[in-house]
């Protein structure tokens, strides 16, 4: 295994109002992030020597940032949407030139936009899965 640097990492998503069309690429994002958390819940008994848990469901969940594009509108379509089914398809890619290896499932997302006197307009966002999110050749 190899090291890799950042810079040709992608989030693909679906933002189309049915989800049925083709995965994109999130315009001008410089960020994301995938976390694997798992709950924990508290077993200390009388007489441990420490705290112990117990481990509960995993989670996944993260996050995506970059820069407001005016033609990009996907992830203010998909945080605004509240039909029922608002999951996305998206696609995480660690580096798009080894396009192997990536997670994917369903996701909701959110969307913030912040801007300031002295930089650009910047986008953030958090999602949360809504299936299972699996890795494809991630070890």
Avoid: C
């Amino acid at each position: 295994m190899a090291r890799k640097h950042g810079r040709t990492g992608r989030l693909y998503a679906d933002f189309s109002s049915a989800g049925a069309a083709a995965a994109v690429p999130i315009a001008s994002l410089t960020q994301w992030s995938i976390d694997f958390s798992t709950d924990k819940v508290d077993a200390t008994a009388f007489g441990d020597t420490n705290k112990q848990y117990l481990a509960g469901m995993p989670d996944s969940s993260g996050t995506f940032s970059g820069f407001y594009d005016d033609a990009e509108r996907s992830a203010y379509a998909a945080a605004i949407d509240n039909t029922a089914n608002n999951a996305r398809r998206f696609y995480l890619y660690p580096d798009t030139n080894s396009t192997a290896k990536y997670w994917f499932g369903l996701g909701l997302f959110d969307a913030s936009y912040s801007a300031s006197v002295d930089g650009a307009i910047e986008l953030s966002g958090n999602w949360a899965a809504s299936s299972n999110i699996i890795g494809v050749g991630i070890t």
